[in-house]
């Protein structure tokens, strides 16, 4: 799993690649939580490529609901229809009044479905099992959490005026959060559950050769090391992998060699998001990473990497 | 993975789990079993990733998980070196009868002070009235035990916020467009009403940061008494105390019972009554929880009286921080119950500059009215937050002019 997931330029570790790998298996959804840029959403994009199957995704936010999340009927198209069929009523008075009534069941019939991400994922028609993404479910409100349990738990989701739409393929489903909140604990236990940390050094600088090819290994190897320092520093937004990636292209794009200190502070805003961090980083936090990253580049590591079989 | 032994294996250890306070639910330990028809149970890291990613949910969870794991599957190898004693998740251990800090911040009230004599839940009008106003610090045992029964008795509302969440309402404002066709279904096609709805109202998020270092000591037995009633009757609170750094203790106060709740405080805040640095623990407030805490629109409320040890400048960066993070930065002090008192204190004075509300808490009364000012915030951000000049009359704080109209 591990190397399949490598071959699509994603580096996980074991822990990850277990859960994949089971949550495929089992059926069951994954739920990760880390830091922002870590990873989480890529994680997404790299299974389905990897399963073959369609993405869909679910972005959270507050107000979500049955909606926008799952289905909706097409309310304007309902009503013309009413309309329609009363004006069809009048024009032709022989006709059995009643006989329009009764059609007003058909009003809540698939065509007047209009289907959302959740549905789309369970829907029966399809031949493979989609992966569906359901992103920063801490947005989302406790309430879409308990809709959310019928359609973990059995992958279905009930219409009152149609039936049950039940998935023929289990989607593999993925779940992120950012932790504004707890997510609850119901929900929870329907999932695996990871937890993805910022990656060490040397895996941080496999990703990094990944994603931004061409990348000099001195280069890499003192951004990765300025990174660690920063996340280390206690700052009020510390950067995530998605970070260093950017400002390892920012960097590549302006044709550096070897980090020094006007790069840093002509490239700080690829990094550092928040003002307070940027006037550390420029008032003596960047000059002090920076030699701290010499000191160790001067002792050269070996390039090993932690040994662990892949599920 | 027919092997009975090793299932009954696995089931052992999910059961040590619970036992050791984490929960497991049946459909978590069948996926762990199940994992095992395409893992080797043989394994260690297979075992470990697979038991790990099934059957835990948090990640606070994941140390405790480790040494239990250690210890149920490296036993036969390790246990002869360590006769381990499993530490437990703090609601299971057993509670010993410690002096709990309560205790001991009771005696140290002066005991010379004329005692109010407080009968069961009787009290005439007056008794209740000087218990009111009683600086917190002059309080006798009994009187902080009437105090405790008052906190009870109370009702504790807390600021509103209008969500993005739709519920249907008679007087809502909106159409309720996927209530319209169903409704005109069943009256054949007519539209007789128009079903509405209004946005959904709910309780802000409140985060306490409360000082416990020694020029509070006198405060604090009745501050954390505040902020557990609080915890118990809100939805969403987050509770950290400070001298000399930060430690959350939601988990603890979340008990019922109050006596467990500050013994189970006490035995985790190892920084009771010492030094204060105020911007050290609000950074580290900022850095390690603002981001998850704070969405929503949450209030945060800071209880200290501003004795900092550290730079005035760094906690007034720190406030300023924590304020355009937040909806309303409170700041409740107890000196400020003191009939001739000024935020002299540099610390206080720095503060002060960034807090939406300068607040007293050195007696009930003034808690009442710090209750009743969190029940009346405005709904929406307003004009009212501008920055904080001069002292407020604790006692008018409630209601300040140009804020109840909002």
């Given at each position: 799993?591990r190397?399949?997931l490598?071959?699509l ?8 690649s277990?859960?994949v790998?089971l949550a495929?298996k ?6 990760v939580?880390?830091?922002?840029g870590?990873g ?9 490529r990897?399963?073959?199957?369609d ?11 049955l909606?926008h999340a ?5 309310y304007p198209?309902q009503?013309l229809?009413i309309?329609?069929?009363g ?5 032709a008075p022989g006709?059995a009044p009643?006989?329009?009534?009764g059609?007003v069941?058909?009003?809540?019939a ?23 993404l359901?992103d920063e ?20 989701i009930t219409i009152?005026?149609l039936?049950?739409v039940?998935?023929v393929?289990r ?5 992120t959060?950012n ?7 119901a ?8 937890w993805?940390?910022?990656p ?5 600088k496999?990703?990094?050769?990944r994603?931004?090819?061409g ?5 890499s ?7 660690a320092g ?8 510390a ?8 400002w390892?292209?920012a960097?590549q794009?302006l ?10 502070s ?8 928040h003002q307070?961090d ?5 008032g003596g ?6 030699e701290?990253?010499?000191a160790?580049?001067?002792h ?10 892949g599920a | ?7 009954l ?9 619970r ?17 095992f ?8 890291g297979d075992?470990?990733?697979?038991a ?14 480790e ?5 149920f599957?490296l036993?036969?190898?390790?246990a ?9 998740a703090p609601?299971h ?14 005696e140290?009230a ?10 069961d839940?009787?009290f ?5 009235e ?6 917190f ?5 009994r009187?902080?035990e009437a105090?405790?029964r008052q906190?009870l ?10 969500t ?24 054949g ?13 709910k ?5 306490i940061?409360a000082?416990?270092?020694g020029?509070?000591?006198l405060?604090?037995?009745v501050?954390l008494q ?5 915890r ?7 509770t950290?105390?400070?001298?000399t750094?930060?430690?959350r203790?939601?988990?603890?106060l ?9 013994d189970e405080?006490?035995a ?6 010492s030094?204060t640095?105020?911007?050290e623990s ?5 850095t ?9 629109g ?11 040890r ?5 906690l ?15 700041w409740?002090?107890?000196r400020l119950g003191?009939p001739?008192?000024?935020p002299?204190v540099?610390g ?9 509300d ?12 710090v209750?009743q ?6 709904r929406?951000?307003g004009?009212?937050r501008?920055p904080f000049h ?9 209601a ?7």
């Amino acid at each position: 799993m591990r190397a399949r997931l490598a071959a699509l330029d994603y580096i996980a570790d074991d822990a990850l690649s277990v859960s994949v790998f089971l949550a495929s298996k089992l059926g069951r959804p994954l739920l990760v939580e880390g830091a922002p840029g870590v990873g989480k959403t890529e994680l997404a994009k790299v299974v389905s490529r990897m399963l073959r199957a369609d993405l869909i995704r679910l972005q959270c936010y507050e107000g979500l609901d049955l909606a926008h999340a799952a289905y909706e009927w097409n309310y304007p198209r309902q009503l013309l229809e009413i309309q329609a069929r009363g004006a069809a009523g009048r024009a032709a008075p022989g006709a059995a009044p009643a006989a329009g009534a009764g059609q007003v069941d058909d009003l809540f019939a698939p065509e007047y479905l209009l289907r959302r991400p959740l549905l789309d994922a369970i829907d029966p028609r399809r031949d493979r099992p989609p992966v569906l993404l359901i992103d920063e479910l801490d947005r989302a409100d406790e309430e879409f959490e308990s809709f959310l349990l019928e359609l973990l738990s059995d992958f279905q989701i009930t219409i009152p005026e149609l039936g049950t739409v039940r998935a023929v393929h289990r989607p593999f489903v993925l779940l992120t959060s950012n932790r504004t909140r707890e997510v609850h604990d119901a929900l929870k236990r329907r999932c695996l559950y990871q937890w993805i940390d910022y990656p060490s050094p040397e895996k941080e600088k496999q990703i990094l050769e990944r994603k931004v090819p061409g990348l000099g290994d001195a280069l890499s190897r003192q951004i990765v090391a300025f990174s660690a320092g920063l996340r280390g520093a206690g700052l009020y937004k510390a950067p995530g992998v998605a970070e260093s990636i950017d400002w390892a292209r920012a960097l590549q794009l302006l044709g550096v060699q070897k980090l020094g200190l006007d790069d840093v502070s002509s490239t700080v805003g690829c990094l550092v998001k928040h003002q307070d961090d940027v006037e550390r980083l420029r008032g003596g936090l960047a000059r002090e990473l920076l030699e701290a990253g010499d000191a160790v580049a001067g002792h050269s590591p070996a390039g090993h990497s932690p040994a662990g079989n892949g599920a | 993975m027919a092997d009975v032994d090793v299932v009954l294996a696995f089931v052992h250890f999910a059961r040590e789990l619970r036992a050791a306070g984490l929960g497991v639910s049946q459909g978590q330990l069948e996926a762990f079993l199940r994992a095992f028809q395409w893992l080797d149970p043989c394994s260690r890291g297979d075992l470990y990733h697979a038991a790990r990613t099934t059957l835990l949910t948090r990640r606070e969870d994941v140390p405790l998980f480790e040494r239990l794991f250690a210890h149920f599957w490296l036993a036969p190898v390790e246990a002869a070196r360590s006769p381990g004693k499993m530490p437990l998740a703090p609601r299971h251990r057993r509670s010993e009868e410690r002096p709990a800090l309560a205790m001991l911040l009771s005696e140290r009230a002066r005991p010379a002070d004329p005692e109010i004599e407080v009968r069961d839940r009787s009290f005439t009008a007056n008794d209740d009235e000087l218990l009111r106003r009683k600086d917190f610090a002059l309080m006798t045992a009994r009187e902080l035990e009437a105090l405790r029964r008052q906190f009870l008795l109370r009702r504790w509302d807390f600021a509103t916020r209008v969500t993005r969440r739709k519920v249907p309402c008679r007087s809502g404002r909106e159409l309720d467009l996927r209530r319209l066709p169903a409704r005109a279904a069943r009256t054949g096609g007519a539209v007789l009403d128009l079903p509405r709805r209004r946005p959904k109202i709910k309780e802000r998020p409140l985060v306490i940061l409360a000082d416990v270092s020694g020029s509070m000591e006198l405060y604090t037995r009745v501050l954390l008494q505040f902020m557990h009633v609080l915890r118990q009757r809100l939805d969403r609170v987050e509770t950290f105390v400070f001298a000399t750094r930060l430690t959350r203790i939601t988990g603890e106060l979340g008990l019922t019972d109050i006596d467990r709740a500050l013994d189970e405080v006490s035995a985790s805040v190892i920084d009771f009554a010492s030094g204060t640095r105020i911007a050290e623990s609000l950074r580290a407030f900022n850095t390690e929880w603002a981001g998850q805490l704070l969405a929503r629109g949450a209030v945060v409320i800071v209880m200290s009286d501003g004795w900092e040890r550290g730079s005035a400048s760094e906690l007034k960066k720190e406030m300023r921080i924590l304020r355009e993070r937040c909806h309303r930065l409170i700041w409740l002090n107890p000196r400020l119950g003191r009939p001739n008192y000024s935020p002299r204190v540099e610390g206080m004075a720095a503060a002060l500059h960034h807090v939406d509300d300068f607040l007293s808490c050195h007696d009930l009364q003034s808690l009442e009215a710090v209750a009743q000012h969190l029940a009346e915030l405005p709904r929406r951000r307003g004009s009212s937050r501008a920055p904080f000049h001069g002292v407020r009359d604790p006692l008018h704080a409630a209601a300040p002019p140009g804020e109840a109209s909002q």
